[in-house]
């Protein structure tokens, strides 16, 4: 791999070879256009125009994937299909996440010539990656502020979603943290309404948190969704520091990397990237974008922690592409700090021992709703019940077998349906 080239890959479909898409692709978002055009010298191509520097076959489907796509020449044969790299020199861009996205997962996607596309990977060299100010807290500093070793941070979110007032919100997260909880966020559907504005949320819930710290040795992050308009967001940012908050939220895919970036450098607290509107980039198998590019894209704007999903979910993601994303978020690149993977939705402690014989890491926040508030024993014994799940996950002790002298872990596995009920 070229140190001086910006590196994609893409899963490609093509009524064409994939030489010919893979050719179309580097031409489309560099040099070339769909004729020759004066001044697209052999020089201004040699220093400016993308390569293609890998293909592998994947064989062939009989059906295109996306409407509008050419037919094929050989009708038998269908459409082919595979893996294609493609280098961009680093001279076409500068440190502008606006322009790498445009060259990585721009115009490509309305190509005639491709029947379906989905950006895999974008890896960034070292020295425009850099330029970047990357995550700022990440997982350690997550731990830090969480003052959570050995395991994962435990949390929950604010629900209802919306509806609750500044004091009722306070109410929940008093309750919360007195429960002995790590984490608690804002929903993404609640952000700086008339019901409950921004400012008095904060007041309210924050008063809360630190009369419990003062109770209990133990602050508790709340992250508030401070998705906004760039300039209410870094005042919203600003309200939350100065009240003691230890953690803003965005909705990603609303604020956009440029609206990240410029938070991140404003930023003195940790930022909760929400990803809502995932499916739309990512639900389609031959289209969008994969779980490891996005993250990649976002990591260089500068969040700390990032959704991805639970095992056994209630959305539509398979368990392989959640343990995909969890990994992603957890390896090196380059020059920035690993991201925090937020593990949420429809989860309790029945899939901590698979999802950690899945990825060998605590390293996550594990996010459950009703997996705590539910609880029979209430939020206290909740919290303690995920807290023992994860505990025998490591130890690799069956849930069943630690929770025979663990009282709220039983009560869970029997709320759940993994235990019968005591005379059942």
Not at 145 to 150: I, K, P, Y
Request: with cysteine; hydrophobic share 45%.
């Amino acid at each position: 791999m070229m140190a001086s080239r910006i590196i994609a890959e893409y899963l490609v479909e093509t009524p064409a070879t994939l030489e010919a898409a893979a050719a179309s692709i580097a031409g489309e978002q560099s040099t070339g256009t769909f004729t020759k055009v004066p001044g697209e010298t052999a020089d201004l191509v040699a220093r400016h125009g993308a390569t293609v520097e890998s293909i592998e076959p994947l064989g062939f489907v009989e059906a295109a994937s996306l409407p509008g796509a050419a037919a094929p020449k050989d009708p038998t044969r269908g459409h082919a299909r595979g893996r294609v790299r493609v280098a961009f020199p680093v001279e076409n861009v500068s440190a502008s996440l606006p322009s790498i996205t445009a060259m990585v997962a721009g115009n490509l996607f309305e190509l005639r010539l491709l029947s379906g596309l989905k950006l895999l990977d974008v890896i960034v060299p070292d020295g425009l990656a850099a330029e970047f100010a990357g995550p700022q807290f990440g997982i350690e500093g997550t731990r830090r502020l969480t003052a959570v070793e050995g395991r994962p941070v435990i949390g929950t979110i604010i629900k209802p979603s919306i509806g609750l007032t500044p004091r009722q919100t306070a109410d929940l997260v008093r309750t919360l943290a007195l429960a002995g909880i790590d984490f608690v966020k804002d929903d993404e559907l609640m952000a700086n309404p008339p019901h409950s504005p921004l400012a008095d949320r904060v007041k309210a819930v924050m008063a809360a948190v630190h009369e419990v710290a003062e109770t209990t040795g133990k602050k508790v992050m709340v992250a508030f969704n401070i998705s906004d308009r760039l300039d209410r967001m870094l005042a919203h940012h600003d309200t939350v520091a100065a009240a003691g908050g230890t953690c803003v939220m965005v909705s990603l895919n609303g604020v956009g990397l440029v609206g990240v970036e410029h938070l991140r450098r404003h930023s003195a607290l940790p930022i909760h990237g929400h990803r809502n509107g995932w499916g739309a980039i990512s639900r389609h198998p031959q289209l969008g974008m994969e779980f490891r590019a996005y993250q990649a894209l976002w990591r260089l704007a500068g969040i700390d922690q990032i959704h991805v999903n639970g095992l056994q979910n209630k959305f539509c993601e398979s368990d392989d592409s959640v343990v995909r994303s969890i990994e992603a978020c957890l390896e090196p690149r380059g020059p920035h700090r690993p991201l925090m993977p937020v593990v949420s939705s429809g989860q309790w402690g029945g899939q901590a021992p698979e999802t950690y014989a899945r990825t060998k890491t605590v390293d996550l926040m594990y996010l459950a709703g009703g997996g705590i508030l539910a609880h029979p024993g209430g939020p206290s014994a909740g919290v303690t019940a995920l807290k023992q799940s994860w505990e025998a996950a490591v130890a690799g002790v069956p849930l069943a077998d630690f929770a025979t002298d663990r009282s709220e872990l039983r009560q869970s596995l029997e709320f759940y349906g993994a235990l019968p009920k005591p005379g059942g």
